[in-house]
C-alpha cells in the first residue's frame, strides 16, 4: 500500500458542481462572498467557480471573484469549467479574466460513442485542439475524464489509450471523476493504484460522489493510493445525492491519514452557515461537524462520564472548529448534565437546591423537547422563589379558546388528602377562564382571590418561539403589600397558571394556619 502524501490539495467546487443541487442558484454577490470566505478564511488550496456560457450574470460573478483574487495574489487558485466547444469556453473564461480552465472530456466509451457520436480519435483531435487554443490565450488547462469510473471499468482500454493520447500536451491535473458515485473505497484504490503505476508523470485528481454514502471513504482511499488532490463542496452540495462533505473530508484526512492540510479548520461552521444561508438548502442538525447537534451531550451519564474524566470525548474536539460542547437539559439530564450548565452560567447551586431545579427541569422536559442554556435562570428562579404548599395540586387542566367566542377552562385538582375536585368556567382569554374556575374551588375554602395588579411574561434573551416562557404576576396581598409568583412553562398560559397555583396554596395556607389546620405535611 502507497504512504499517504505529506501534503493533500483541496479543490473546492460549491460553486460549480455544488450549485447543480436542485434548486441551488448564487447570485454574483452570493458567490463573491462565500469565494473570499474559501479562499481567503478556510484557505482551500482552489475553487471552481463557475461552468463557462452558462449566463452573463455567471461571467459577471466569475470577473469579481477574479479581480479580488488577483489582488490577493491567488488567481491561479480560480478555476472554470469548460468544454470542447471551438474556444467559446476559452474566451468567455478570458473575457471574465480567468486563468484556469478545467476541460470537459469523455472519460468513458459509452459517453464517447452514445453522446458525442464520436470515434475515440475523432475526440482525441478536438481535445487536443482546446487544450492548445486555451494555452495560446494564456490559460492554465486541467482535464476533466467524465464518467471515468465506469469508463474505467467498463472499457479501460478506452481510458488508457485517452490518457495516451493526451500526454505531452502540459495538461496540469487529470481529474477522475466518480461521476454516478458507484465506486467503493477498494475499487478507488485499486483502479487509482493502476492509474497512476501506467501514467507516473500525471498529476490526478479525485473527484467523488456521495451516491451510496461513501464519498468521504472514497476520498481516503484515494489518498491511500496517492492521489494529492481532491475535490468537495460544502455540506456535501452537488447533483442527487451530492459531493465529499468538505468538513468531513478536511478532519478525516487529518485525524485518519495524518496528512497536512491548508485547510483552517476554525472557520469551517462559519462558511457551512453561510452556504446553508445562501442556498436555502438546511443542514441537518446531526450533520458531522457542521450539524448544530454534534456537540451536544444529551444523557446525563454522558455528562457524568465527561466531568469524571472525558470519557465520551474524542480527537474531535468542538474547540477546534470554534465550536462548545453543550450538555442539553431535558427529560435525559443529570447532575453532571445540570452542573456543566451551572459553570457556563457562573451560578452555584447547594445539593439541595440543586437537586430541586434538576427535578423541574427533568419535569418540564416531558413536555418540551430541550431546555436551553438561557431556559436555565428561569427555572432556578422559579424553584428557589420560596417554599410551595400542596394544599391543592392541579392534576390537569383544559383551556380552549377561539377566535370572537369566550375561551373555557376545565381544571382537576387533588387536595392533600386525596380528595378529587373538579371545575369549569369560562372567560375573556384562557387565563381568565382558569382563574373563574378556580373562584368556584375557593369558595369551598371560603378564600377570596386577589386582585392581579401586574402580570408580565417574557422569554430568554435571544430565545427562540419554542423556548420556556416565565410569567410573573403581581397580586393584592391585603395587609401584606403585594405577592409576586411566578410560573415557568413552554407554553404561556400554562406559565400563567402555574404563577397562579403558588398564589392560591400560599392563601391556602395563611388560611389553614389562621384555623390551626395547617400540617407540616403540607410542604411538597
Known amino acids: 500500500m502507497t504512504e499517504p502524501t505529506r501534503h493533500v490539495n483541496i479543490l473546492d467546487t460549491t460553486l460549480r458542481d455544488g450549485e447543480q443541487t436542485q434548486g441551488v442558484s448564487f447570485s454574483p454577490p452570493e458567490k463573491l462572498n462565500i469565494a473570499k470566505a474559501l479562499l481567503g478564511q478556510l484557505n482551500v ?33 480560480v478555476e472554470v469549467l469548460g468544454f470542447v466547444d471551438g474556444g467559446r469556453s476559452v474566451d468567455w473564461i478570458r473575457a471574465a479574466g480567468g486563468r484556469v480552465i478545467n476541460l470537459l472530456t469523455k472519460g468513458s466509451e459509452k459517453h464517447c460513442t452514445n453522446q458525442l457520436r464520436k470515434t475515440l480519435e475523432q475526440h ?34 478506452y481510458v488508457f489509450e485517452f490518457m495516451a493520447g493526451l500526454q505531452g500536451l502540459g495538461i496540469r491535473h487529470f481529474m477522475l471523476p466518480d461521476t454516478l458515485g458507484v465506486l467503493t473505497p477498494d475499487q478507488v484504490h485499486a483502479s487509482l493504484t493502476d492509474m497512476m503505476r501506467r501514467f507516473p508523470g500525471s498529476e490526478f485528481d479525485f473527484h467523488p460522489h456521495n451516491d451510496y454514502g461513501l464519498a468521504t471513504a472514497n476520498v481516503l482511499a484515494a489518498v491511500r493510493a496517492g492521489v494529492r488532490s481532491v475535490h468537495c463542496t460544502v455540506n456535501c452540495l452537488g447533483e442527487r445525492a451530492g459531493n465529499a462533505s468538505l468538513a468531513e473530508v478536511v478532519v478525516n484526512l487529518r485525524d485518519r491519514l495524518g496528512v497536512e492540510l491548508s485547510v483552517n479548520e476554525a472557520h469551517v461552521v462559519r462558511v457551512s452557515q453561510m452556504v446553508e444561508h445562501f442556498s436555502g438548502k438546511r ?25 469524571k474524566g472525558g470519557l465520551y470525548q474524542t480527537a474531535l474536539t468542538p474547540e477546534r472548529f470554534a465550536r462548545r460542547r453543550v450538555y442539553a437539559l431535558g427529560k435525559l439530564a443529570g447532575k453532571a448534565s445540570l452542573q456543566k450548565n451551572l459553570e457556563r452560567l457562573d451560578i452555584s447551586l447547594s445539593e ?38 400542596d394544599y391543592l395540586k392541579l ?21 392533600r388528602d386525596k380528595e378529587q375536585i373538579t371545575a369549569a368556567a369560562q372567560g375573556n382569554g384562557g387565563f381568565d377562564a382558569f382563574m373563574n374556575a378556580m373562584r368556584k374551588v375557593l369558595r369551598r375554602y371560603d378564600i377570596k382571590l386577589p386582585q392581579l395588579l401586574d402580570y408580565e411574561v417574557r422569554i430568554p434573551r435571544g430565545g427562540r418561539q419554542d423556548a420556556l416562557t416565565e410569567c410573573t404576576i403581581t397580586w393584592e396581598d391585603q395587609g401584606e403589600g403585594a405577592l409576586k409568583t411566578r410560573g415557568v412553562d413552554s407554553n404561556q398560559v400554562f406559565a400563567s397558571v402555574n404563577a397562579a397555583m403558588r398564589m392560591i396554596n400560599i392563601l391556602m395556607h395563611r388560611a389553614m394556619k389562621a384555623r390551626g389546620e395547617d400540617r407540616d405535611d403540607a410542604l411538597i
Open 124 to 157: 482525441l483531435e478536438d481535445v487536443r485542439a482546446a487544450v492548445a487554443y486555451a494555452r495560446q490565450q494564456g490559460l492554465a488547462v486541467n482535464v476533466y475524464l467524465e464518467d471515468w469510473s465506469n469508463g474505467y471499468h467498463d472499457s479501460p482500454d
Open 395 to 415: 392534576v390537569n387542566v383544559s383551556v380552549t379558546s377561539g377566535l370572537h367566542l369566550d375561551s373555557t377552562a376545565s381544571v382537576r385538582l387533588k387536595t
Open 352 to 389: 439541595e437546591n440543586a437537586d430541586k431545579v434538576l427535578k423541574r427541569v427533568v419535569e418540564l422536559g416531558d413536555s418540551k423537547k430541550s431546555i436551553t442554556l438561557e431556559d436555565l435562570p428561569f427555572i432556578i428562579a422559579e424553584v428557589l422563589e420560596g417554599r410551595d404548599y
Open 45 to 77: 488550496d482552489r475553487v471552481e467557480v463557475a461552468s463557462a456560457r452558462v449566463s452573463s450574470g455567471e461571467q459577471e460573478a466569475v470577473a469579481h471573484i477574479v479581480a479580488w483574487a488577483e489582488a490577493q495574489e491567488m488567481g491561479e487558485r
Open 283 to 307: 443542514l441537518a442538525a446531526n450533520a458531522p461537524i457542521v450539524g448544530e447537534d454534534v456537540f451536544t451531550q444529551t444523557a446525563g451519564i454522558h455528562a457524568d462520564g465527561d466531568k
